[in-house]
């Protein structure tokens, strides 16, 4: 079953705009930098059962094609007693360099946090990939990546946290093959959807859509700071929901 979309509250629109003719651009809405926690329950689980998150990616031509999500969270929920989940996210944005394994495993060699409006750039040969400082661009709300390699190479955007040394960099969307010199922009709304499947795992870029449909769709910037949400199974259907909880 095709997962639902939500374009019109999660991805306004894709869009092809430069003056190079393989520049790729996908728009997500972005608000100032965001931080919240997610509290999920669950109680009385007749089976170990497994949530993947993800934020829902543009529904657009390009989609599966040369754009393609990534998931963020996988978590597993234990049978019988109570089970709890923390999701701690934060909008701190960032470009990465992509590179996608034998499994379709991301992994980044690279990543550089950008604001609003700004411009990064990734250059080097082969092994020696890295991003310059970021320039002010232009457009008040789009973040853009430019490839000032001489190679096509994989891009991806996501969130940071941690500073330093410490920072750690987790993506949420890939372009392949973005031409040299050839830019990708984006501006961000984190549309999140929970679904119930062992088939995937954290960073795994997917190919295609979900096998089965979102139990739970929530914008993240609609939420207070910290929240609580119960995990549900029907006895009689095996149906999951996720529903708000009393308490946080």
Known sequence: MSSPRHSPLLLIFCYILTTHPRFRSVTLISHHMASKTLNIYSYGLHKDTTLMLMFEPPNSSKLYRDQF???????????????????????????????????????????VEVANGEISRISGKAGQKRFG?????????????????????DLSIGFVRGDGINQRYEPTMVWTRVGAKSNVAAQFTPILSAYVTRDYKATEMLR?????????????????????????????????????????
Do not use: M
Not at 85 to 111: E, K, M, P
Not at 136 to 151: E, I, R, S
């Open 69 to 111: 999500p990534v998931v963020w969270k996988v978590i597993t929920f234990r049978a019988r007693g109570h089970a709890k989940a923390a999701i701690h996210y934060q909008q701190r944005l960032a470009f990465g360099y992509a590179q996608t394994d034998c499994d379709n495993l991301v992994d980044s060699a690279a990543w």
């Open 133 to 153: 400082s970021n320039a002010k661009g232009h457009a008040t709300k789009l973040l853009v990546c430019k490839n000032n390699t001489d190679n096509r190479a």
């Open 208 to 248: 295609g859509e979900v096998e089965t449909d979102a139990i739970w769709t929530v914008n993240l910037n609609e939420l207070d700071d910290v929240t609580g949400w119960n995990l549900f199974e029907d006895d009689s259907t095996g149906a999951f929901t996720i529903e708000p909880a009393r308490f946080v």
